[in-house]
């Protein structure tokens, strides 16, 4: 990539990717504003999901600014976000890995009780329930790859830029970095 890098940046990919990581490490190294549709937009303490019309509002005030990260864009408001997006960086990594990090991820998460989505934790139960990120993984895969074919075939669409591997990703970071030694972000599971 030459010259300013993007600054209207979503960052797409089945659960378990890495999109928060990626989309961190992006922002670190631009300096531009990262948000993420499920600690933002979608959850709210307890795991009550935020009213849509409220996600509306949000997502709307996100898509206005002139510079953003956005970790991932539920379809009910995604058009809105796809219209102000100058580039979709797309984490395509193979199921084994994305499971792979999401497990290792859930797992972290129960034994740390780290918050996260609004202070929401992950406990063992929730991980086992029919609705959990781990069954969201199985049931979103396909759609979420199919969603990025889609916008690819669309030429009024922004345009897309895969990752099949984390370290192609990360020397891709490394190369939007403003020249400093000291700034040189990593993606994680």
């Known amino acids: 990539m030459t ?3 993007a600054q209207r940046v979503l960052f797409h990919g089945v ?3 890495g999109k928060t990581s990626a989309a961190h490490a992006y922002a670190i190294a631009t300096g531009v504003p990262e948000f993420s549709a499920d600690d933002d937009l979608g959850w709210l303490p307890g795991w009550k999901g935020r009213p849509l019309e409220d996600q509306y509002r949000i997502e709307a005030t996100i ?4 510079q953003w990260v956005l970790v991932s864009a539920y379809s009910s408001w995604r058009d809105t976000i796809l219209a102000r997006t100058e580039l979709i960086v797309f984490l395509d990594y193979p199921r084994w890995l994305s499971l792979g990090g999401l497990i290792r991820r859930t797992i ?3 034994i740390s009780k780290h918050p996260v989505c609004n202070g929401n934790t992950e406990t063992l139960r929730r991980a086992l329930a ?3 990120i781990i ?3 199985f049931k979103t895969f396909t759609r979420k790859r199919d969603a990025i074919k889609h ?6 669409m922004p345009p897309v830029l895969s990752f099949h591997r984390p370290r192609d990703l990360n020397v891709w970071i490394a190369a939007v970095a403003p020249v400093q030694p000291s700034v040189r972000p990593t993606c994680k599971d």
């Open 3 to 5: 010259g300013v890098p």
């Open 15 to 17: 659960t378990g990717s």
């Open 63 to 66: 898509a206005a600014q002139d």
């Open 108 to 110: 972290r998460r129960i």
């Open 130 to 132: 029919k609705d959990s």
């Open 135 to 137: 069954a969201w993984h």
């Open 151 to 156: 916008i690819r075939a669309d030429p009024s």
